[in-house]
């Protein structure tokens, strides 16, 4: 499986150190080698979250048939809830 610049690729494993999850959703921004690709997962707010470079192993293509998804970094305070929701305890 080849890669292209700036194509998404999805992580298939934790990298809890740069606050990164299995099936986070990043882009390849360098192609360093056939297996050695650096990639850039955002925040929603466009602020970089990560700049890693990964073995192709670390890495899949996003399938037809899946459905983005957003979560939390669950670091630092927590979000207040919404209007009309009550904070958990």
Known sequence: MNFKLL???VLNKDLPD???KRGDVGAVVEIYSRDALEIEFVRG???TQALVT???RDLRRIGA???LA???LGR???RPPGPGKKPRR
Do not use: Q
């Open 65 to 67: 048939d899946e459905l």
């Open 70 to 72: 957003v979560r939390p």
């Open 45 to 47: 707010s466009g602020e």
């Open 18 to 20: 740069l606050g990164l």
């Open 76 to 78: 630092g305070k927590p």
């Open 54 to 56: 990964l073995k192709k």
């Open 7 to 9: 194509e998404t690729a």
